[in-house]
């Protein structure tokens, strides 16, 4: 799978990417390495298991998530030498919008609690915009942007995910905000550019 064409422009290819690299290719590494450090170390106690497993691979999922897409794309930008295409006035106000609204959520957020949590849909629109609108490649720096203020500002202490003392719960529900977020922008993305593109093969034929 991952030797063949891989295109996010594409939903089957997207939804082969989720399922494969992303949810199942990721049990590996987590299971692995808590059994060593729970059987052999002996560094974690076996109660504390699945709380380290959950943690270690939604962390593992969302890695993939973010940066192998990003990888892909950009290389295949660098063979087309399209990646100016990616830096126009429309691409630049698209990341100037995903940093303003994510500080708006995470940065400018102190002391906030789950009550504030309607505040983190405020970055849905912006999402959409980059998914209906622009090239994988631009939406993908969106979403590692969106999630380098997201993890920055949580280990910071600040946003609404840092509403506890209790890291896990904090890290656990970030981990799991990005990863939906993003794998809905994908397949939105994928989606829209399928029907797009049934579009314009219907108007060539007519």
């Known amino acids: 799978f991952v030797t063949k064409k891989l295109s996010f422009e594409n939903f089957k290819g997207v939804l082969l990417f989720l399922i494969i690299c992303c949810f199942l290719a990721t049990v590996i590494s987590p299971t692995i390495g808590l059994l060593t450090l729970v059987y052999v170390k002996g560094v974690v106690p076996i109660e504390n298991f699945l709380k380290g497993w959950s943690v270690w691979y939604i962390g593992d999922v969302l890695g993939v998530l973010v940066f192998a897409p990003l990888l892909i794309e950009f290389e295949d930008c660098l063979k087309k030498n399209n990646l100016s ?45 980059g998914a209906v ?14 999630t380098t203020i997201s993890i920055i500002c949580t ?17 656990l529900a970030l981990q799991l905000f990005l990863g939906v977020s993003t794998c809905l922008t994908y397949l939105l993305h994928s989606t829209i550019n399928e029907w797009l593109e049934k579009l314009d093969q219907m108007r060539i034929r007519q």
Not at 103 to 120: D, I, Q, Y
Not at 155 to 171: E, H, R
């Open 85 to 129: 295409s990616n830096l126009k006035t429309p691409n630049l106000l698209f990341f100037a919008a995903v940093i303003l609204f994510s500080f708006l959520v995470f940065g400018f957020n102190r002391g906030a609690t789950f009550s504030s949590f309607p505040f983190l849909y405020l970055i849905y629109p912006v999402l959409v915009w």
């Open 155 to 171: 280990w910071a202490n600040i946003g609404p995910f840092a509403k506890t003392s209790q890291s896990y719960y904090n890290l």
């Open 133 to 146: 609108r622009f090239q994988a490649l631009t939406l993908l720096v969106g979403v590692l942007i969106l």
